[in-house]
């Protein structure tokens, strides 16, 4: 059952008194009840206490001074595939603040600041003729999110292309450096437990002429400019395509485009986008899921899965 509260009683944290100046000690910010939804590209989702970290190297004092007071937290990224109940979310939202000197090139490999835009890492990338991640272009979102999901687009995994990541493991409390063959990736997925906090990432890309990195990446600009709804308020595709199926048909088949509740509408550009184009709810986008789901379920007998990450208390 949906738990409901004011923004005084939030977290356990913003309960306790000195807190914003105990936060700024720790090289970060404190943002109580902030709006979630001004932080996700959806544009829905009620407040949380949010606490954004500039000096990623601290990372460790902080997670235990919360864990001191016993203090529950998620992690948020761009918020670009998340989708966040409008009651809020009673956990501590932490940020980690995308610092300038987030790329650092050596050779054909790059380590690259997780807070780090995803689409200006490819294009700084091929500035200096690396190449490899051309389909990742227009995904939105920052390489510590791209990361977790393992985000890919026209024949591109980041997954592929890692060598290296820094993180610090929720359950050990430690920070640990692990290596490819330490991590698994599959389809929108990866082996990374959902409290692990990645901090940075040394990716290895093919050395190619920047001309044609350039052309592939306009290439992909313009497949995704023609088939998806890039202009609008989205969290991208909603589902999974199940194996050998593609989402966005069915539901197009089932002539469900355009199909509204509230200020959420089925995307008439593609099928698997819910895009928020009238002051959506997250309830709203919530019916046209289960919606779209019993649609589907009826018709193929397929179950669909979330490709969006949910946020609920
Ligand atoms: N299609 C329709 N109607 C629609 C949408 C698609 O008939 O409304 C058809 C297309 O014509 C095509 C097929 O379905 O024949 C597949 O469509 P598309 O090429 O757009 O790819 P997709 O499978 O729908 C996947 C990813 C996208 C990614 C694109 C391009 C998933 C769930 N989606 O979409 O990723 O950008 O391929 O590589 O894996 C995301 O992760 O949020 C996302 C949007």
């Known amino acids: 059952?949906?738990?409901?509260?004011c923004s005084e009683e939030m977290s356990t944290l913003a309960q306790q008194s000195g807190i914003?100046?105990?936060?700024?000690a720790l090289g970060a910010q404190w943002l109580p009840a902030e709006p979630l939804r001004a932080h996700t590209s959806l544009g829905v989702g009620g407040p949380a206490d949010m606490i954004r970290l500039r000096d990623h190297w601290r990372l460790a004092e902080l997670m235990d001074y919360l864990r001191q007071r016993d203090v529950r937290w998620r992690l948020l990224g761009g918020g670009t595939n998340l989708l966040v109940v409008d009651e809020?979310?009673?956990?501590?939202v932490i940020?980690?603040?995308?610092?300038?000197?987030?790329?650092?090139?050596?050779?054909?490999?790059?380590?690259?600041?997780t807070a780090a835009n995803l689409g200006a890492t490819v294009t700084e990338s091929a500035k200096r003729n690396l190449g490899g991640m051309e389909g990742l272009?227009?995904?939105?979102?920052?390489?510590?999110?791209a990361l977790h999901m393992n985000a890919g687009a026209y024949g591109t995994q980041i997954g592929d292309v890692v060598r290296a990541v820094t993180i610090f493991r929720g359950a050990s409390g430690k920070l640990e450096?692990?290596?490819t063959e330490e991590v698994r990736f599959e389809y929108r997925g990866s082996s990374f437990a959902p409290d692990d906090i990645l901090l940075s990432v040394t990716l290895e890309l093919p050395e190619k002429p920047y001309a044609e990195i350039l052309e592939r990446i306009k290439q992909c600009n313009q497949k995704r400019r023609t088939s998806q709804p890039v202009n609008e308020k989205s969290a991208g595709c909603i589902f999974k395509n199940p194996p050998g199926l593609s989402t966005g048909k069915m539901i197009d088949e089932l002539g469900l485009k355009g199909t509204q509740?509230?200020?959420?509408?089925?995307?008439?550009?593609?099928?698997?986008?819910?895009?928020?184009r009238h002051g959506a709810t997250a309830g709203d986008i919530f019916k046209l899921m289960d919606m779209i789901r019993e649609r589907v379920h009826r018709a193929y007998g397929v179950a669909l899965e979330e490709e969006v990450i949910v946020w609920k208390n």
């Open 1 to 5: 059952m949906p738990r409901h509260y």
């Open 261 to 276: 509740v509230g200020g959420a509408v089925i995307s008439e550009r593609h099928a698997n986008f819910i895009v928020n």
């Open 95 to 113: 940020q980690l603040v995308r610092q300038p000197e987030g790329l650092k090139f050596e050779g054909s490999r790059v380590e690259v600041s």
């Open 88 to 92: 809020g979310i009673e956990d501590v």
């Open 137 to 145: 272009i227009g995904v939105p979102g920052t390489v510590g999110g």
């Open 177 to 179: 450096v692990l290596r």
């Open 20 to 24: 914003a100046e105990q936060i700024a």
